[in-house]
């Protein structure tokens, strides 16, 4: 029993794969619709000793009004970065990552929200489930700093 474990270890099998040393040092998530209101894209990452911020959404500016929000490269401090690595720690991001497999999409629906979430141990990135507080947690931060940094431009 013992070398049908090892072997199947071997081959993708293991159950319970080891978290990848490192710290965090990239959160990415993104939504693309039909509608543009329902669109974003955020990202923060850890390049050195510098952290910075890439956003694309629209943050509402009242009874329907928005404002397109376009940064690039926006340094941020240490601490904002904080957030999502205390995220990190209450909601085990690692343990929320997808199985590595390719999907087959025979069908493309135009009006389909698509969702994606993925994080960056060193130089491993992996994919996370879109569901949950975790992710909403997440967008929430990521909206919090593009109206703060897209006040600070404009």
């Known amino acids: 029993m013992g070398i049908v474990s090892c072997v199947l270890s071997l081959f993708g099998c293991n159950r319970n794969p080891i978290k990848p040393e490192g710290e965090l040092t990239s959160v990415s998530i993104s939504q693309s619709h039909m509608d543009r209101t329902d669109c974003y894209s955020f990202g923060a990452y850890k390049k050195n000793d510098t952290y910075n911020l890439n956003a694309r ?9 928005y404002e397109d929000v376009e940064l690039e490269n926006i340094s941020i401090t240490k601490e904002e970065f904080k957030q999502f690595e205390e ?3 209450k909601y085990d991001f690692f343990s929320l990552r997808k199985p590595n497999k390719i999907e087959k999409n025979i069908f493309f629906v135009v009006d ?5 979430f993925s994080l960056s141990y060193g130089d491993e990135s992996f994919s996370l489930y879109t569901s949950g507080d975790c992710y909403n947690e997440v967008h929430d931060c990521f ?5 703060k940094y897209n006040e600070t431009i404009n």
């Open 57 to 65: 959404c629209m943050i509402e500016k009242g009874d329907n009004d």
């Open 87 to 89: 995220l990190d720690k």
């Open 112 to 116: 389909e929200t698509i969702t994606n």
């Open 143 to 147: 909206v919090a700093l593009a109206e």
